[in-house]
C-alpha cells in the first residue's frame, strides 16, 4: 500500500471508530396504541400513555401527584454516557406544577440528571437527583408561552448544555453520575404534559 494512502487511512480511522460508536434514535410514537405506554418505555412513577395530538400521537403523563412525586418514564433499551437528547414537550395542566423534561444517565427512577422547564414559575433548571433528592445545578429565568416548546440537552463527559427553543441557556459541569445510563421523560407532581419526537443521539 503507497505511504501516502496507509496515511489516509489512519487520519480517518479515529472518525470512523466514532461514527461506529454513535447511533441515534428517535421516538415519535404515531405508530403505537393509544391508551398505553408506549413500546420500550417503563412507566416508573406517575400515569403516561400514548394520546393523540391532532394529526400524530404524543407520549402524555396524566397523574395528578402531590407536590414531592417526580413522575418519571424511562426508556427500558437507550443506555448511553455522552448524549445529544432532544423532545418537544407541550405543558397541558398542572395547579401545582406544570412543564416537565429530560432525564439522561438514569441509574434508576432515583437518580439521575435532571433539565426540565416550569411555565409556572418562568424558568428553566438543572437537577442532579441522588436517592430521590433534588440538587440544583443552574437555574435560567424565561417567560412562558403557549404551545410546544423544544427542550435539548448535550452532555460530553462531565460538560453538561441545555437548550430551550434553540437557544442555549444552562451549561454546566458536573460529575455525579460517569456512567452510561437510561435516558426518559419526568414532570412532577400534577403537571400533565405531552411529548413528542424525542431524539437521542449518543454514545
Given at each position: 500500500m503507497p505511504t501516502r494512502w496507509l496515511a489516509a487511512l489512519i487520519l480517518l480511522t479515529p472518525?470512523?471508530?466514532?461514527?461506529?460508536?454513535?447511533?441515534?434514535?428517535?421516538?415519535?410514537?404515531?405508530?403505537?396504541?393509544?391508551?398505553?405506554?408506549?413500546?420500550?418505555?417503563?412507566?416508573?412513577?406517575?400515569?403516561?400513555s400514548v394520546v393523540e395530538i391532532g394529526q400524530g400521537k404524543a407520549l402524555a403523563q396524566a397523574a395528578k401527584n402531590a407536590n414531592p412525586v417526580f413522575n418519571i418514564a424511562l426508556v427500558r433499551d437507550a443506555s448511553a454516557k455522552d448524549?445529544?437528547?432532544?423532545?418537544?414537550?407541550?405543558?397541558?395542566?398542572?395547579?401545582?406544577?406544570?412543564?416537565?423534561?429530560?432525564?439522561?444517565?438514569?441509574?434508576?427512577?432515583?437518580?439521575?440528571y435532571l433539565a426540565r422547564y416550569n411555565p409556572l414559575e418562568d424558568n428553566y433548571r438543572l437537577y442532579r437527583v441522588v436517592g430521590g433528592k433534588?440538587?440544583?445545578?443552574?437555574?435560567?429565568?424565561?417567560?412562558?408561552?403557549?404551545?410546544?416548546?423544544?427542550?435539548?440537552?448535550?452532555?460530553?463527559?462531565?460538560?453538561?448544555?441545555c437548550y430551550y427553543d434553540g437557544k442555549k441557556y444552562l451549561d454546566q459541569k458536573d460529575a455525579t453520575f460517569t456512567e452510561p445510563g437510561r435516558i426518559g421523560l419526568w414532570t412532577k407532581a400534577d403537571a400533565q404534559s405531552q411529548f413528542?419526537?424525542?431524539?437521542?443521539?449518543g454514545k
Amino acid at each position: 500500500m503507497p505511504t501516502r494512502w496507509l496515511a489516509a487511512l489512519i487520519l480517518l480511522t479515529p472518525s470512523a471508530v466514532l461514527a461506529a460508536e454513535t447511533s441515534k434514535r428517535t421516538w415519535n410514537f404515531d405508530g403505537e396504541t393509544t391508551g398505553q405506554i408506549a413500546k420500550g418505555f417503563t412507566n416508573e412513577v406517575g400515569s403516561w400513555s400514548v394520546v393523540e395530538i391532532g394529526q400524530g400521537k404524543a407520549l402524555a403523563q396524566a397523574a395528578k401527584n402531590a407536590n414531592p412525586v417526580f413522575n418519571i418514564a424511562l426508556v427500558r433499551d437507550a443506555s448511553a454516557k455522552d448524549v445529544d437528547i432532544s423532545v418537544e414537550m407541550k405543558a397541558v395542566a398542572g395547579e401545582t406544577d406544570q412543564g416537565g423534561g429530560i432525564v439522561w444517565r438514569a441509574k434508576d427512577a432515583k437518580n439521575y440528571y435532571l433539565a426540565r422547564y416550569n411555565p409556572l414559575e418562568d424558568n428553566y433548571r438543572l437537577y442532579r437527583v441522588v436517592g430521590g433528592k433534588r440538587t440544583l445545578l443552574q437555574n435560567a429565568d424565561i417567560a412562558h408561552s403557549d404551545g410546544v416548546h423544544a427542550l435539548r440537552v448535550t452532555m460530553n463527559g462531565d460538560r453538561i448544555e441545555c437548550y430551550y427553543d434553540g437557544k442555549k441557556y444552562l451549561d454546566q459541569k458536573d460529575a455525579t453520575f460517569t456512567e452510561p445510563g437510561r435516558i426518559g421523560l419526568w414532570t412532577k407532581a400534577d403537571a400533565q404534559s405531552q411529548f413528542d419526537n424525542l431524539t437521542l443521539v449518543g454514545k
